[in-house]
């Protein structure tokens, strides 16, 4: 059964700061690897989508990388701004079965960026 | 244009009684999957459905949850002699397809519905 799991669990930096998450998962067969933000009382919102041959995904100040053999994932947030502050979740989809369309969620992180 | 659905955004209702949790997705998303999110949690997998059909319904916690979806469009999750652990946020996604890279396969969300059972 496939377990995801990100650190650190709660992250608060000031502003401007270069920021990682982390996230990492148990089972190395996965078909692609997704970052979402949610902010609270909202729903999520895609940020980076990697493919499994794939090592890293860039979308303006944020870029993502994948090394699948070890089952790791970070997140990069570079010059965080207050408008950053969310919780950050790394969820996998699984390569072939039954599976197909499913992700497996991390409990996230939150991240607080201060003025 | 619109993004995906769900109502009502909160639902409070006493054990044992019966609920329908209501989700539509983007027009043209052939692909729908449902979570549920306790406070402080990742959304857990419940159901996916692939156009009329439940693809997998693995993560249904029993078998007093069900979810429809019967013109392939919108989905009903249902829930019977709800119980006090059954209290969470249930959130539902659509997705254009389920292959072909990001635009296709990004799950988009609903902002959810606030379950609590008393």
């Known amino acids: 059964k496939q377990e995801v799991t990100q650190i650190p669990a709660a992250l608060s930096v000031p502003e401007g700061e270069n920021l990682v998450l982390n996230c990492s998962f148990t089972?190395?067969?996965?078909?692609?690897l997704q970052w979402f933000r949610q902010d609270p009382g909202k729903g999520l919102t895609s940020l980076l989508l990697i493919q499994s041959s794939q090592r890293e995904q860039t979308s303006g100040r944020l870029n993502a990388s994948l090394d699948k053999s070890s089952g790791r994932s970070t997140l990069y947030i570079a010059a965080s701004q207050p408008g950053d502050s969310a919780t950050y979740l790394c969820a996998v989809r699984q390569a072939g079965g039954t599976s197909y369309g499913k992700l497996t969620f991390g409990q996230g992180t939150i991240l607080t960026v201060h003025p | 244009g619109a993004g995906v659905s769900q109502t009502p955004s909160n639902k409070v209702t006493e054990k044992g009684k019966y609920v329908e949790l209501r989700c539509d997705p983007i027009?043209?998303?052939?692909?729908l999957y449902w979570y549920r999110q306790s406070l402080g949690q990742g959304p857990e997998f419940l159901i996916y459905f692939q156009g009329t059909g439940a693809a997998d319904d693995s993560g249904l916690p029993n078998d007093r949850f069900f979810a429809v979806r019967p013109e392939g469009s919108v989905s009903t999750l249902k829930i019977q002699r709800t119980e006090r652990g059954d209290s969470a946020v249930y959130l539902c996604?659509?997705?254009?397809?389920?292959?072909?890279?990001?635009?296709?396969?990004?799950?988009?969300f609903g902002p959810g519905t606030r379950l609590l059972v008393l």
């Open positions: 027009s043209g998303h052939t692909a």
């Open positions: 089972d190395s067969a996965i078909y692609n």
């Open positions: 996604a659509s997705s254009l397809t389920t292959s072909g890279g990001f635009r296709q396969e990004t799950q988009y």
